[in-house]
């Protein structure tokens, strides 16, 4: 069910104070089985896994965009989510390959190109996770940086013509720590070796506690962001 904009904007003031349980209840109830939840295993997306898993009634369908240069230590939460979990893991990996991307356009593209290199292993292939749905669930929260700080509990996504639900939009990373220690949700270990957010491994680095949690992304370039939430 594609929503009306005006439908979308009411709902976004509605889920404005909702807790972000009750926001994944109401989505789940509203896109039924034309929903999906974006998952890089980061802490957003564990804490959004647990809490749909405990609203859905079924299988909760998930995506990974694996670019196939994740860090070994997602690939392994990732593999204990399938496994412990409720979910439908949806892997969408890019069209090609690490090597054929060198051959095409020159090795270490992301060390050149990451907008480029981003737009291969992420954009395209995001585009192909949420075809045929309604809906999709992020972990966006406006703590996360500027770049943020407008993201609803729901809006409408005119580049991929479906809803974009936030539930975590007005967590802190205090609430969100919060919650999967207190529900005992499995986490990225990384987390605690200062990488506040993880992506691919050549576009990660730690970073200290004084520094933007986003400083560890792309670090040498003005790029703060991979394209998905843009
Ligand atoms: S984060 Fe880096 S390696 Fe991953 S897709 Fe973007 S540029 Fe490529």
């Known amino acids: 069910m594609i929503l009306e904009s005006d439908r979308i904007a009411e709902l976004a003031v ?11 209840e109401a989505a789940l109830d509203l896109f ?6 974006a998952s890089s295993f980061g802490l957003e997306d564990v804490a959004l896994i647990h809490m749909a898993c405990r609203a859905a009634k079924g299988t909760v369908d998930v995506f990974c965009l694996d670019t ?5 230590e997602t690939y392994t939460l990732m593999q204990r989510f399938s496994e412990t979990y ?13 090597a054929q991307q060198g051959e095409r356009y020159g090795e270490r593209l992301w060390a050149r190109e990451p907008d480029l ?9 995001l585009e192909r996770a949420l075809h045929g749905y309604d809906a999709w669930v992020t972990g966006l929260r406006r703590a996360q940086g ?16 479906l809803c974009k639900v936030n539930p975590l ?62």
């Open 169 to 230: 939009v007005r967590w802190s990373d205090e609430e969100l720590w919060a919650y999967v220690r207190s529900e005992e949700v499995p986490y990225n270990p990384l987390h605690e070796q200062g990488y506040p957010s993880i992506g691919c491994v050549h576009c990660t680095r730690a970073v200290a506690p004084s520094e933007d949690p986003r400083a560890g992304r792309w670090a040498g370039f003005a790029k703060t962001e991979c394209g998905l939430h843009l």
């Open 117 to 125: 290199c981003c737009k291969l292993r992420k954009v395209e292939p």
């Open 86 to 98: 409720p979910i439908r893991l949806r892997r969408i990996v890019p069209q090609l390959t690490i």
């Open 68 to 72: 196939e240069v994740l860090f070994p």
């Open 32 to 37: 039924q089985d034309r929903i999906t939840v």
């Open 146 to 161: 500027p770049t943020r700080q407008g993201a609803k509990a729901i809006d409408h996504d005119g580049r991929h013509g």
């Open 14 to 24: 509605l889920w404005e104070d909702l807790p972000p349980q009750e926001i994944v």
